[in-house]
Structures are given as structure tokens and as C-alpha cells.
């Protein structure tokens, strides 16, 4: 005998009994019934959900988590563009000396954003979206969302944190020689962005940030399920 595993209802909306489909490594579970959001582990545990960058009829929504943490900078040190050659001389040079300036360590609160589906541009995409200001909007009543593909948990969002956060102190503009920093995530919740499909990419609404199909590990599912759903 022959299962269709998409076709499988696996889990309950909690709130509302309602079936909730998502791909077969999808984690992350949007009832597009009562608008509620759950994430898979020894029991569905809700999840919050934003949406945004809604855009026109053919956007797809797709899943990011949004993580608040305070970053605290315990030592961050920079290198000039060049620093002159040390040669010959037999004695310790100091940091200064070698072009290294140390700076920045305190502490501050940021939101960082990045996908919740698989995908290998993960920390670069995350960088990006760190610049930009991304709000959520209010969804009318009675619309109907399909948000699929997230397949990232908690644990994972909490250790891309980390790594989205050193990714954001070597993209500054000065040249980073070592950062050391600590992470400490104050909340995590689902933000749906709607991405309106190109030719090869997701481009995020209102952005120019685009996620290449390449780069999505289930760009096909993603992309057929949406046609199903709002077909
Ligand atoms: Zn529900």
C-alpha cells in the first residue's frame, strides 16, 4: 500500500481542530483557519505571527523567525585598511601599533530576522534584513494565509542568532580583526513576509532583497503548494 505523505494529516490545530499541512520537514505550523501558529516538538507549543510586506495577490508568504536579544559586546577589535609591516625589530609591538583598535563592547538590544525555512543564504539574508525596518501589518479579518516551509525550531533560531549577530559586526564598515560576544534572546516569534516569485527568486516585497529558488532547499514544494492553495 502506497501513502501520499503530503497528503497525511499529521497534526491538529490546537485552538481549532483544524488540519494543518506543511511539508514533511516543516516544524513551524500556520493554521490558516483560525490564524493561530505552532511549533512541532513533543507537543505543539503556539507560537506568535506577524504579518508582513503583504503586497499584491501573488505574494507567498514566507516564514522568518524575528528574534529580540540583547547583544553584549564583551571585546570587538578592528584593523586599520593597512597596517605597516613589522619587520626586523625585536620587540613587542602593541595592538594599536599593528593598526588594531578595540571598541564598542557594551550592551544593546536588537532584532534580528532571518528565514525559517531552509535555505543556504541564511546569515547573509539575515544580515540584510538587519539593516532594513520591517513592521508588521495589520491582516484583515477573515483573509486566509498559507505559510509554509519552516522548517528551523527554537533551538536552531537561537543558535542563527548568534551567528546572524557576528555576521552583522563583520559587515560594518571598519575592518573586524576578532569580536567576542554574547547572546541573550529576550523573545522569538514568526514573521510571515510576503516574497512575490520571479523568474528564479523570491524577492521579498518592498525590498530588494531576493532569496534565490537555488537557495531554498523545497523552492518547488513551496511554490506548488502556494498554487494549490490559492488556485
Ligand atoms: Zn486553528
Redesign the pocket.
Known amino acids: 500500500m502506497r501513502y501520499d505523505r503530503s497528503k497525511l494529516t499529521l497534526l491538529r490545530?490546537s485552538?481549532?481542530?483544524?488540519d494543518l499541512s506543511g511539508l514533511s520537514t516543516d516544524v513551524i505550523f500556520y493554521?490558516s483557519?483560525?490564524?493561530?501558529c505552532w511549533i512541532s516538538g513533543e507537543r505543539l507549543s503556539p507560537v506568535s505571527i506577524e504579518f508582513l510586506r503583504i503586497g499584491g495577490s501573488d505574494s507567498i508568504f514566507l516564514p522568518f523567525w524575528k528574534v529580540d536579544a540583547s547583544v553584549n559586546i564583551l571585546n570587538r577589535v578592528s584593523r586599520k585598511r593597512s597596517s605597516s609591516l613589522v619587520t626586523g625589530v625585536s620587540r613587542e609591538f602593541t595592538g594599536r601599533e599593528r593598526g588594531l583598535t578595540e571598541s564598542d563592547s557594551g550592551s544593546r538590544q536588537v532584532r534580528f530576522i532571518f528565514p525559517a525555512f531552509s535555505t543556504n543564504l541564511v546569515l547573509s539574508t539575515g544580515v540584510r534584513m538587519h539593516r532594513e525596518n520591517f513592521l508588521p501589518e495589520k491582516v484583515e479579518d477573515g483573509k486566509r494565509f498559507m505559510v509554509i516551509g519552516g522548517s528551523v525550531g527554537m533551538d536552531d533560531a537561537a543558535l542563527l542568532t548568534r551567528a546572524v549577530a557576528v555576521g552583522v559586526e563583520v559587515n560594518r564598515t571598519d575592518y573586524l580583526a576578532s569580536v567576542d560576544l554574547e547572546i541573550e534572546v529576550h523573545s522569538a516569534g514568526i514573521y510571515a513576509i510576503g516574497c512575490t516569485p520571479g523568474k528564479n527568486v523570491f524577492r521579498i516585497n518592498g525590498s530588494e532583497i531576493g532569496i534565490l529558488f537555488a537557495a531554498v532547499n523545497d523552492s518547488d514544494e513551496i511554490l506548488k503548494k502556494n498554487h494549490d492553495f490559492s488556485g
Open positions: 490545530c485552538n481549532c481542530g483544524s493554521c483557519e483560525c490564524g493561530r
